[in-house]
């Protein structure tokens, strides 16, 4: 057995390449860009220019055909989309909306923009998706919307969430960051719920450095979308608009440059895709056999994009401290993570209850508490069993990917090793 490289011994990965998906066709697309001297056409005033430029409304058309949706609105970022379809669907101050505690922070701060309260629903211990028991029992006469994570690149159970906002005679919306082109049945993640939001963010499957896209089939909503992204209180009234709540003017607007890039990349996207899923399947059926450690789920009839391949891991299995198996894996070069983010809930603005002013607002409004311990199976996961690589952080051509399963063998087949010395450590305190 060679030795563990955080004993001394050789990496067993030597160097990993970073992902990039940039190629001639997005410098061609930036260069015809610049030769035109338009870097954005949007105004912040009804008329022809209001809804973007020529690039812009290009890559919306050829957005909503491939994702066969009706309507897609870009914007400079999905944490401008989230808080733009939250704006769009009325969330008003004192109103609730269900939200998953592990995702990035933007999914549980678009409510606060608008005066809602976020409320936390746990996450199912296979896809780490929100759980919609969880969700089901947190609905009050209060809750405007949920909002559902296609979290790593699965998506949540969106027929069933969608059914149950329908019921209640809410709205769903979906964070489609890091799932695009996955599928629940015969439709894309992102498209199933009232609005979807994907990003254009640059470690994204595709991307634009920046950037993101709203989509829905009901012209309302991208209508009030549209108004969000762009000064809306100065066409109202040209634009004879009646409901005027929530139209208060930001600038979400996407500018030509990126939008010619995501044109491109939006070309070239289930090839990009498609590669992200080879390297997550072939790390999958490597870890055959390794008990303990528990490859991602994927739901019968739905398509995983693996954003990120996160496993479970079970410490009481493999007799070693998930904290100690991730230090050995890096130091053979294998860029694990263990956890994900906090549960958001834990983050000083939920835990002081301090958001918009000083005085507490929008949480005055509301009973809702944010205590260690609301979502159970969130912080096991987090503390304890998730683990996992970010495989849209590198390409991985065959010979890295070989490293890099090579190196979670050396490490799991060392195990008894590891056990010796944190035993020996422990006693040693």
């Known amino acids: 057995m060679a030795n563990l490289a955080i004993n001394g011994g050789n990496k067993a990965v030597s160097h990993l390449t970073p992902y990039s998906s940039l190629g001639k066709e997005e410098a061609r697309a930036v260069a015809e860009v610049m030769e035109t001297g338009c870097l954005s056409r949007f105004l912040g005033a009804w008329g022809d220019d209001f809804l973007g430029g020529d690039k812009v409304l290009e890559l919306e058309s050829l957005w909503s055909s491939k994702f066969n949706c009706k309507y897609s609105v870009s914007v400079n970022s999905a944490t401008s989309g989230l808080y733009a379809a939250i704006g769009a669907v009325g969330v008003e101050p004192g109103d609730e909306v269900i939200v998953p505690p592990y995702t990035m922070s933007a999914t549980a701060m678009a409510p606060l923009v608008y005066g809602g309260i976020p409320v936390f629903a746990d ?38 969430l969608k059914a149950l906002a329908e019921r209640h005679g809410i709205f769903l919306i979906e964070d489609n960051a890091q799932a695009p082109l996955a599928k629940e049945g015969a439709h894309y993640s992102g498209t199933i719920g009232h609005i979807g939001v994907f990003s254009l963010n640059y470690h994204k499957h595709i991307h634009a450095g920046e950037g993101g896209v709203c989509v829905t089939d009901d012209s309302k909503l991208a209508a009030r979308l549209q108004m969000i992204r762009n000064h809306a209180e100065n066409a109202v009234e040209p634009a004879q608009v009646e409901d005027l709540s929530n139209l208060v003017g930001f600038n979400y607007r996407l500018t030509e440059l990126g939008a010619a890039i995501a044109t491109e990349q939006l070309k070239k996207a289930e090839t990009l895709v498609q590669g992200r899923q080879e390297i997550a399947e072939k790390l999958t059926a490597a870890m055959a056999g390794l008990n303990g450690l528990t490859p991602p789920a994927v739901r019968d009839n739905c398509r995983h994009v693996y954003y990120t391949w996160s496993m479970k891991y079970d410490e009481a299995v493999v007799g070693v401290p998930r904290k100690v198996f991730c230090e050995a894996l890096k130091a053979e070069g294998v860029p694990v993570f263990e956890g994900y983010v906090r549960p958001l809930y834990l983050l000083p603005i939920f835990q002081k209850r301090i958001a918009l002013g000083a005085g507490g607002f929008p949480f005055n409004l509301s009973n809702t508490t944010y205590e260690k311990g609301l979502c159970p199976v969130t912080e096991r996961m987090h503390e304890k069993e998730l683990m996992g690589l970010g495989v849209c952080s590198y390409l991985l051509p065959e010979n890295e990917l070989k490293q890099v399963i090579d190196a979670l063998h050396k490490v799991y087949d060392a195990r008894k090793e590891l056990q010796s010395q944190t035993r020996q450590t422990a006693a040693a305190k």
Do not use: M, W, Y
């Open 123 to 160: 996450i199912e211990a296979d896809t780490f998706c929100i759980d919609i028991k969880s969700v089901e029992a947190k609905i009050s006469k209060k809750t405007r919307a949920i909002i559902a994570v296609n979290l790593f690149g699965h998506p949540a159970r969106l027929q069933e």
